[in-house]
């Protein structure tokens, strides 16, 4: 016992007085254009060593690399202005089920895209974490709808809570569901226009490229390709985008449409479109991380009609759909209740006491904000 805590000792003060400054000592403060803090992220080196990358709240960089981690060792966490900390255990990381029963609550989020006061705040007030950032949802299912990347400045923050808060639930009874955007597709690919200049910046300080600090030999990268693109809870389904009356042709089922998503995770534009049909389908427009026309009418989105939903709920064999992607001013359903739009500007809603969600109990659905139930059952 006093091994193992003397081990952690040292590592951490390895972290601290082994920092890699922006071209200044350790004890000298930041220049302006520092870096916010960011990471960590975990590389898998040759050998089996491990590399840890992360940028403190001082804007110092901290670059090392470790033989091994010992058991229950946890990963420090810090938002980019130090607002939120918590503590990361390394879990196995396997495919979620595509389809569950479904539990006594599921809340239901989508695209946070880098916002951890906003994220935060509506699983604390709707009783999914607690202050210490732990899951005390019980046996109940937290499902975020995709785009963790880009526009904001907690992404690996965010990344690291949602994979924390996977295990936790697991333990608990319960589970965590997050499912690819077109977001995560487009950086992992190497697109990052939408990106804040901090994480491009930092690639370019440690001379790699910003899609290998969460490729295909990374923790976190690891852990996104085995998300799942399409979901079932019972009798709904959980899509970034939504089904394009195309994809739903495609006979194409739900668990082949998630390993196909996948194996293309890392590959660039070019090349998804090269590897199958089936890959530049789900890659492209009218594919589940991009399709708009469950709830755009312009005709460039392919709107989809009433009798072609009805069609595509009996293919998958589901009564609802719920999607993120496409910005609505509040949540709100389409079709009679069949499609739910559950993506809004977070922050914008966050701010007038606006909806953020929807929570479903039962038979019942409601529209949740930062406080809880809004108000009404659908």
Sequence with gaps: MFEKKLYYIVLSLMTVLAPVAWGQDSNSRPPEHAIPADGPYLLYAPE????????????????????????????????????????????????????????GKVLVLTDPHGNMDCLVSVLRGNGVINEQYGWVFGRNHLVI????????????????????????????????????GNHETM????????????????????????????GADTELGRWLATRNTMQLIGNDLYVHAGISQTLSDAIADIPRINEEVSRALFLTKNERSERSSLAKLLFGNDGPIWYRGMVRNDERYHPLYAGQL???????????????????????????????????????????????????????TYVIGDKGVLGGVF
């Design 48 to 103: 089996g060593k491990m590399r840890i990358i992360s940028v403190d709240t001082t804007g110092l960089l901290n670059d090392q690399t470790i033989d091994t981690l010992v058991a229950g060792y946890e990963l420090p966490v810090v938002s980019h202005n130090g607002k939120h900390a918590f503590q990361v255990a390394l879990h196995p990381v396997l495919r979620p089920a595509w389809k569950y029963r479904q539990s």
């Design 310 to 364: 009805d069609l595509i709920l009996q293919r998958f064999r589901v009564k609802r759909i719920f999607v993120g992607h496409t910005i609505v001013p509040n949540v709100r359903s389409f079709y009679q209740g069949k499609v739910w739009a559950v993506n809004v500007d977070n922050q914008e809603n966050f701010e007038k006491v606006l909806s953020r969600g929807v929570l479903i109990i039962g038979k019942n």
């Design 187 to 214: 950086v992992l690919a190497g697109d990052l226009r939408y990106a804040e200049k901090m994480y491009p910046a930092l690639a370019k300080k440690l001379g790699m490229k910003y899609s290998e600090l969460v």
């Design 145 to 180: 709808i995709g785009d963790v990347f880009d526009r904001g400045k907690d992404v690996i923050p965010i990344f690291w809570l949602i994979y924390k808060l996977e295990k936790e639930a697991q333990d608990a009874g319960g589970n965590v569901s997050f499912l690819l």
